[in-house]
Structures are given as structure tokens and as C-alpha cells.
């Protein structure tokens, strides 16, 4: 029998193994997480400031600073001044971005099916069901969390 | 029935909520997510240098120089010289960084506790029998990947 523990570690430690396995694979292909999430946030958002962008990750304003350099420098996205607002900048994503962030998507999809086609549909169901199951309780408590 | 990939948006889905509040419970108990990872391998390890502790997280080794930086200015860790490397630095944990580790494992317990005991028994040993074959899984496709 596991103890909550035990399985918390047990998933924590999955879970290093996986993101490092889909780091190294991004970079492999060219674009790493950091910056795949970052352009993931500017392909959904459209035109967006910095600000937001962090938002969309959980970080601090200035954490993604040093990434949006990288992706400008690189030709992945582009920086303009925005229209409602002269001091700010508004932060895009170029075609040549679009085309980086597909292939990653792409590799990071083909890792996702060599990872967990091993489970049969049995086990693929109830570890759905499971992970589905703990994301409910997770957002009950943080809305009960938030309201106290 | 879910695909792998709606399966692995799941699992990453549910461990970023869960991160965020291990890292969030900690920083409450005074001690960030980053910095306890790295009071964890100087308990673990005993004095080491910087590249070690790196290493261990899985880091370069500049990347863990801040919150080296951090926790020797609240007192929670000490650099002091390398007696076989006159040029080296090795770095300890202090009393006062273990009374906040040991907090801070104790939070992360309680927070293990809270997220994973609406699970039965027989949930919580199906979902450690896929977690557990998933990490085979993974070890032996980096082997492969190794030896290839």
C-alpha cells in the first residue's frame, strides 16, 4: 500500500523524467520549452505586451524578458510599439516562429505517444480518470482556498 | 477514449497545478520551491561545490549561484574554502537551513496528504502501478537511447 506521499513522490519524479525527456527533444529540434511556451502564449494571444505574457506562465513580468530577446534575436517574434498605448511594446509572433513552434508541438506530440502507448486502454482510462479526478479536487480547494 | 496526447496534456496539466502549490506552500512556510531543492542535495550530499549541486538538479552549474547566493545571506547555508582545492569553494548546510528544510518537507507531506487522499485504495494502487510502469518505461528507452 503507497502512502500519499510515496505516490506524490512517485508522480513528482515522473514527471522530472518527462520534462526532461521533452526539453531535450525541443532542443533537439531546435526550440527549447522555455521558449515553445513562450511562443505557444503569443500563437493563441496575437499581439500581446510582456506583462501578459508572463502572466499566461505564471512568472514574473521580467522572467521572461531574457527569452523574448532570444526569440526576437532569432527572428521568432517581433517587438512594435502598441497603438493604445506609446510607452508600451506589444510582442508577436513572426511566420518563421509559427513554423518553429509547429515542429515542436510536433515533436512533443510524437514523445507524448511513445510514453504512454505502452498502457492499454484499461489502464489509459483509469489513469485519465484518476489525474481528471485530482484536477477537480485541486480546483475545489483552490477556490475554497481563495474564498477563505 | 484518450489519445496519448490528451492523456500527457493531462498529466502535464495536473503537476503544473500542483507545482504551483508546492511552491506556493512553501514559499508561505518560508522556504521557495528552488531554494529547498538545493538545501535537499546539501543535506544529502554533505559539503559540496556548486558544479555538484548543479548536477544533482540538473542544472548548469551558474544557474544555482542566486539561490546559493540567497541562502547564504539568510544564513541557511556556508561556503567556506576546499581543503584539497585551494582554488574551490565548497558549500554546507547550516543548523538553521535544516530546521528549513525540514519545515519545508513537512509542508510539502501535509500538501501530499490534502491532494491525494480523496483517492481509494484501489485508485491509489492503480494509479502507482502505471506511474511505477511508466518509469521503466522511460529508463529503458534511455538506455536505448544511450547505447544508440
Redesign the interface.
Known amino acids: 500500500?503507497?502512502s500519499?506521499?510515496?505516490?506524490?513522490?512517485?508522480?513528482?519524479?515522473?514527471?522530472?523524467?518527462?520534462h526532461?525527456?521533452v526539453d531535450e527533444a525541443m532542443n533537439d529540434a531546435g526550440l527549447s520549452l522555455s521558449r515553445a511556451k513562450v511562443l505557444r502564449v503569443l500563437a493563441q494571444q496575437g499581439p500581446v505586451n510582456q506583462a501578459t505574457v508572463a502572466y499566461a506562465l505564471?512568472f514574473a513580468p521580467r522572467s521572461v524578458t531574457d527569452t523574448l530577446d532570444a526569440l526576437e534575436r532569432e527572428g521568432l517574434a517581433t517587438r512594435g510599439p502598441d497603438p493604445r498605448d506609446r510607452r508600451a511594446w506589444l510582442v508577436e509572433i513572426t511566420p518563421a516562429g509559427t513554423v518553429a513552434l509547429d515542429r515542436a508541438i510536433a515533436v512533443?506530440?510524437a514523445?507524448?505517444?511513445?510514453?504512454?502507448?505502452?498502457?492499454s486502454?484499461t489502464?489509459?482510462?483509469?489513469?485519465?480518470d484518476?489525474?481528471?479526478?485530482?484536477?477537480t479536487?485541486?480546483d475545489s480547494?483552490?477556490e475554497t482556498a481563495h474564498v477563505s
Open positions: 500500500m503507497h500519499c506521499v510515496e505516490l506524490g513522490e512517485l508522480y513528482l519524479e515522473l514527471h522530472h523524467r518527462i526532461r525527456l505564471g512533443k506530440k514523445l507524448m505517444n511513445t510514453i504512454f502507448d505502452g498502457l486502454d489502464e489509459r482510462e483509469h489513469f485519465a484518476t489525474l481528471a479526478g485530482l484536477r479536487r485541486l480547494k483552490q
